[in-house]
């Protein structure tokens, strides 16, 4: 069975750093790209970017690049997202899914529960 | 950047049709992709590629586009499909989703 596993939620303080994780189960974790999706509070998904784990090649959406580090660990499974600066308008609840290559734009087929993530003074 | 507009809500009755739409432009000629997301769960991927159910998705989900909308539609609706619906498309190497829709059944 896929599994996407992430890690828990995190309360933090602007201007902290923090790192969450994404752990693939139940597949080929380096035949699949991985990526990130924002949902802030009563809005929509935003999709951040992708990774790679075969050999890290990423892509970030515009709105994203330099505010965030996607990586990926191909010996344990695991994707990362990254702050090294967290702002409050980062709060939201962060999901990685993965991108089933199934035509040349790609679903995302099986989907993380989630990473809740609230910055707050 | 490309722009996916779906309502914010739609309601049906139980046993009746829903329909969601996502317009953009031209989304026609583009490959789209909708997502059914329930709070506290994972978001499920329930039509690919316009048309195509993943398994274990009930045939009662179904889409379509043409020209400028993209629609889900489902059939005999049940309690258990109240949920947000989302659409997604591909534009420049970047993944587009659409604002969401939130569908309650009566």
């Known amino acids: 069975e896929v599994q996407l596993v992430q890690s828990g939620a995190e309360v933090k303080k602007p201007g902290e750093s923090l790192r969450i994780s994404c752990e693939g189960s139940g597949y080929s974790f380096t035949d699949y790209w991985i990526a990130w999706v924002r949902q802030m509070p009563g809005r929509g998904l935003e999709w951040m970017g992708n990774?790679?784990?075969?050999?890290?090649?990423?892509r970030y959406s515009p709105s994203f690049q330099g505010r965030v580090t996607i990586s990926a660990d191909k010996s344990t499974n695991t994707a990362f997202l990254q702050w090294s600066a967290l702002e409050a308008s980062d709060s939201a609840m962060y999901y990685c899914?993965?991108?089933?290559?199934?035509?040349?734009?790609?679903?995302?087929?099986?989907w993380g529960r989630g990473t809740l993530i609230t910055v707050s003074p | 950047s490309y722009d996916l507009t779906q309502p914010l809500s739609v309601s049906v009755a139980l046993g009746q049709t829903a329909r969601i739409s996502c317009g953009g432009h031209?989304?026609?000629?583009?490959?789209v992709h909708w997502y059914q997301r329930v709070p506290g769960q994972a978001p499920l991927l329930v039509i690919y590629?316009?048309?195509r159910r993943p398994s274990g998705i009930p045939d009662r989900f179904s889409g379509s586009t043409s020209g400028n909308t993209a629609t889900l539609t489902i059939s005999r609706a049940q309690a258990g499909d109240e949920a947000d619906y989302y659409c997604?498309?591909?534009?420049?190497?970047?993944?587009?989703f659409g604002g969401g829709t939130k569908l309650t059944v009566l």
């Open positions: 590629i316009n048309t």
């Open positions: 899914a993965r991108r089933w290559e199934v035509s040349g734009s790609p679903p995302f087929d099986y």
């Open positions: 031209n989304i026609g000629g583009k490959t």
């Open positions: 990774i790679y784990p075969t050999d890290s090649d990423t």
């Open positions: 997604q498309v591909w534009d420049g190497g970047n993944a587009v």
